[in-house]
């Protein structure tokens, strides 16, 4: 019996109309355009600002539009993941609203979060679940609705986040030249401390205080969490390539976390890559934390070819972070 394998066979993803440019960051908190931009490689980021819609309204969206480039039937789909740091709510999974929204009738659901790390980490469950061949179709969801836990009075964390929403199906698959090979996943918990929400959870619930005290928002301390995403995201893909016997030029592009485009350099360096391997879109979108990855795939669709090797790396809070290499599956239609 042929081994099964996990394929990405759809992409579709999901960005609110709204831009927020620098321009207007610098009505907005102490900052300018010339910072940003040699800092961090942003230019603007989409905002969600419809009332009364969270990100289930960006997963919904991105998942419909996979359904309808796919011609998928809704109904055929195992599992619907929903990789998030920002759940429409707790302890009801935006997963399974989003599911029951596109038509996933037959499927279960849940919420994943790893902060940045989600969508990486979310692509090896799924994977994991069709090898085993326990299911055959899952579509992975990557969405935040980061503008709910940023305060744009914050200029070291409003300057850097952006919404929107990035989804890929999975099916199993028996050509092996096909699909997804390696991962390499990792977390420290030393780190939490330096990108987190203080208050909020089960350590320290809401309470008036915790909101005077600004602790619904996401805090971050930039420098620790760059140093330590640089060499977290460059050692595990350059281990990667390493142990699959591959080298930067076996390697058609490098889909990286959009977290700053000086970690995404020195990534790409380590790898041995040149520069137009590696997708980068941060300009346009900030760091939409579990969707810029299917954000990425899903700008560069239309140039990825069936055989393409590809390495996607993640970072994220936890501290969290990864690569997987996968060989692409379909020439685009
Ligand atoms: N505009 C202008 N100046 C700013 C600023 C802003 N938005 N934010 C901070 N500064 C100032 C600081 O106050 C500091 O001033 P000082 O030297 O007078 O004290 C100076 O700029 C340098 O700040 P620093 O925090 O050392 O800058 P940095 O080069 O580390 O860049 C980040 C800040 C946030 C862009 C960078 O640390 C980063 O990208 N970190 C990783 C973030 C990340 O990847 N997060 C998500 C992980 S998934």
Redesign the pocket.
Known sequence: MSKITAAITAVGAYVPEFVLTNAM?ENM????DE??TT??GIKERRILKAEGKGTSFLAIKAAQNLIQKASLDPATIDLVIVATATPDMKAASTASYTSTQIGATNAFSYDMDS??SSFLFGMSTAASYIESGRYKKILLIGADKMSSIVNYKD??????FGDGAGAVLLEATEDESIGIKDSILKSDGSGRHY?HMKAGGSLKPASVETVLNKEHFAY?E??A??KF?VKGMADVSAELLERNQLTGDDIAWLVP?Q??L??IDATANRMGLDKEKVMINIQKYG?T?AATLPLCLWDWESQLKKGDNIVLA????GFTWGATLLTWGYDSK
């Open positions: 960051l908190v102490e900052t300018n910072w940003i800092r961090t902060a940045c200029r070291a964390t409003c300057i850097i990108l971050q930039g420098q969490v760059f995403a976390h977290a700053n000086r970690i760091n934390t993640a970072f994220g809070g």
